[in-house]
Antibody, heavy 123, light 110 residues
Framework: EVQLVESGGGLVQPGGSLRLSCAAS???????????LNWVRQAPGKGLEWVSF????????FYPDSVKGRFTVSRDNAKNSLYLQMHSLIVEDTAVYYC?????????????WGQGTAVTVSS | QSVLTQPPSASGTPGQRVTISCSGS????????VNWYQQLPGTAPKLLIY???WRPSGVPDRFSGSKSGTSASLAISGVQSEDEADYYC???????????FGGGTKLTVL
């Protein structure tokens, strides 16, 4: 069974930094590198907000304006891992952060999600 | 303010048919397929419908999706108590080069 497991969340002061990780398991041999990956967050009591996209090779990366210049997504296909480096955190970044796998072949949807890791930005 | 527009709530009695709408624009739903997610309380979202009307393995066939122009809808035929959850529509957006979501619809089974 394919699984994604996030880690690295916690309490951080405004202006601080945090690095999230997403470890993948259960992918058939050498197929992790075929999938686009995303980070999606959910603030307490709110809806889903897409945070970053990274293509299968890592060569194409997108962010929404809300995090552009502050967040950096990366991946290590040799380690089946995805990362999100977050700098200059603000209170509005408080959320549960999920990593999610894109369906192969196009932007058809996100078919595997992790359980999420909680980030709290507060003084 | 979400890019895609959904009603905040929906309800139905067991066995009823319930529909949830999702409205977008030419840069998202009008150009790309729509997917739907179910989020039970305290859990991660789960893909319910992709490519407008395809169901992943394991999703009951009482869930169906449709799309027309820049709008889409999710239908639940014969809603059950275990379907009480939040439902989100989503689509890729060309202008934003990213995923856009609806604000979510809370389904209550009366």
């Amino acid at each position: 069974e394919v699984q994604l497991v996030e880690s690295g969340g916690g309490l951080v002061q405004p202006g601080g930094s945090l690095r999230l990780s997403c470890a993948a398991s259960g992918f058939p041999f050498n197929t992790y590198s075929l999938y686009h990956l995303n980070w999606v967050r959910q603030a307490p009591g709110k809806g889903l907000e897409w945070v970053s996209f990274i293509s299968s090779s890592g060569s194409t990366i997108f962010y929404p304006d809300s995090v552009k210049g502050r967040f950096t997504v990366s991946r290590d296909n040799a380690k089946n891992s995805l990362y999100l480096q977050m700098h200059s955190l603000i209170v509005e970044d408080t959320a549960v952060y999920y990593c999610a796998r894109g369906i192969q072949g196009g932007h058809y949807g996100l078919d595997v999600w992790g359980q999420g890791t909680a980030v709290t930005v507060s003084s | 303010q979400s890019v895609l527009t959904q009603p905040p709530s929906a309800s139905g009695t067991p066995g009823q048919r319930v529909t949830i709408s999702c409205s977008g624009s030419s840069s998202n739903i009008g150009s790309y397929t729509v997917n739907w997610y179910q989020q039970l309380p305290g859990t991660a979202p789960k893909l319910l419908i992709y490519n407008n009307n395809w169901r992943p393995s394991g999703v009951p066939d009482r869930f169906s999706g449709s799309k027309s122009g820049t709008s889409a809808s999710l239908a639940i035929s014969g809603v059950q108590s275990e379907d009480e959850a939040d439902y989100y529509c989503a689509s890729w957006d060309d202008s934003l080069s990213g995923w856009v979501f609806g604000g979510g619809t809370k389904l209550t089974v009366l």
